[in-house]
């Protein structure tokens, strides 16, 4: 397999992993490390992936607030009041935990539908996604 095809398979794995599509993207990078590829390209690389994924559910959530009173709408009111005010009480600084499995998806898709702004949700996603690479990074080079 040629690099570029290995970088976008990162790439990809990273982007829909932050999306609220169920996939993880620290097996790929794990693999890709043992195997020797350069970890400041791996970490940048599925960094960007993952922020452009979160920035993907920040615009979902802005645009399907609209569609919430329609019979499909994926979360029923009552768990949408308590996510919403989840969110309010503890503010943006919970993006913070965008990181985290099961919780980071939906903190993202929450900070759009609640209008959080572009330039307040892009460095505080950013910091948590790359953060966790840095980390599983360090982690994987320190037991190999």
């Known amino acids: 397999m040629t690099d570029t095809l290995v970088y976008w398979g990162l790439f990809l794995s990273a982007f829909t992993a932050a999306t609220i599509l169920p996939m993880q993207?620290?097996?790929?990078?794990?693999?890709?490390?043992?195997?020797?590829?350069?970890?400041?390209?791996?970490?940048?690389?599925?960094?960007?992936?993952?922020?452009l994924g979160s920035?993907?559910?920040?615009?979902?959530?802005?645009?399907?607030?609209?569609?919430?009173?329609?019979?499909?709408?994926?979360?029923?009111?009552?768990?949408?009041?308590?996510?919403?005010?989840?969110?309010?009480?503890?503010g943006k600084w919970t993006l913070l935990l965008s990181w985290m499995p099961v919780i980071g998806d939906p903190l993202t898709v929450m900070a759009g539908?609640?209008?959080?702004?572009?330039?307040?949700?892009l460095p505080l996603v950013a910091a948590a996604k790359i953060g966790r690479y840095l980390v599983l990074t360090a982690l994987t080079l320190n037991a190999v």
Do not use: C
Request: proline share 4%; aromatic share 16%; net charge positive.
């Open 25 to 51: 993207s620290e097996a790929v990078l794990v693999g890709l490390l043992i195997n020797d590829y350069p970890p400041w390209l791996l970490v940048s690389i599925a960094s960007v992936g993952n922020v």
């Open 55 to 90: 920035l993907v559910n920040w615009v979902l959530g802005r645009w399907i607030d609209r569609f919430r009173d329609r019979s499909w709408f994926p979360v029923d009111e009552k768990t949408l009041v308590r996510a919403q005010s989840w969110y309010r009480r503890y």
């Open 113 to 121: 539908v609640l209008r959080e702004r572009l330039h307040v949700f």
